[in-house]
């Protein structure tokens, strides 16, 4: 599906199969002298073919389109590849292209994994399907890098980057305050809440996350021009939900570490997910993994609060609250 949002921007609705975000949206910007396209969906074949179609059907030359990245996720970045001319610039964040110059494998991940009660061997056999390694870019394109209030112009369009660290580490939005439009990525997203997962423990997403829908709240925005699903009206509405649903979360994992000390699995079992299966048993392996790794963002959140204490005995680490 390809609709006009506004005077020369457009929503190409990409499809994400064997996804339950189900579509993309990918955001056009038409200007005679240069277009510029936001975000391509997995490296796939369906996908590819509806941007390609969405493309020729708004006659977008590639080789007058530059792309912003709004993060590394392969349902964003993936498709970069096969979209990429010798002309175009690629923008994209510093934090996640440091992490993709470090990236030796997901062996550091699983190994977090199993000390926070994950069985290594289901995660090893899941990631191999995640996807991050199916569907992610055949290469890496000279990328130009952006930092928060760094600046896009494209026709009339003057839009500045936002620094929103949470979902991943460097998610970058794009706002143009004239118009009050807010290029959201997985920032905010409408009718599901953005995945928060931590697999360090250095890190404190969550944090990073609420703060970044502090940052958000303050701008005028009229309409938000999200990553998946539908276009959002009210902002701060949204904003005050989503960070409503983490403090739910927070309480929620607070009540059942009254039950005793626990790893971040056994935890991730207990808690509540939109998920539809009989048990935590039942959840597929990839599933699983999401809900750990939000869960561990949730522990990590409590414990510099100082709400919980982390304990480690035979390199498995597990939680308690701190005034039981």
Known sequence: MIEELFTDLFRIEIPLPQSPLKT???????DPNRNLLIDTGFNRKECLEAMQDGLRE?????????IFITHLHADHFGLVSKLTGKSCRVYFNRPEMELIESFEGFHTMIEYAGRNGFPE?????????????LYGSDWLPELSLLDDRDTIDCGPYHLQCVSTPGHTAGH???YEADKKIFISGDHILDDITPNIQCWMDEQNPLKEYLESLDKVAKLEVDRVLPGHR???????ARIAELKDHHKQRLQEILVILEQGRMNAFQIASKMTWDIVAESWDDFPVSQQWFATGEAISHLKYLEKEEKIIQEEENTIIRYKLRNP
Do not use: F, M
């Open 58 to 66: 708004l006659s977008v030359d590639l080789g007058k389109t530059d």
């Open 230 to 236: 539908r276009l959002i009206k009210d902002h701060r």
């Open 24 to 30: 993309l949206n990918a955001y056009v910007i038409k």
């Open 172 to 174: 970058t939005c794009l």
């Open 121 to 133: 061997d289901q995660l090893e056999a899941a990631l191999s399907r995640h996807p991050a390694n």
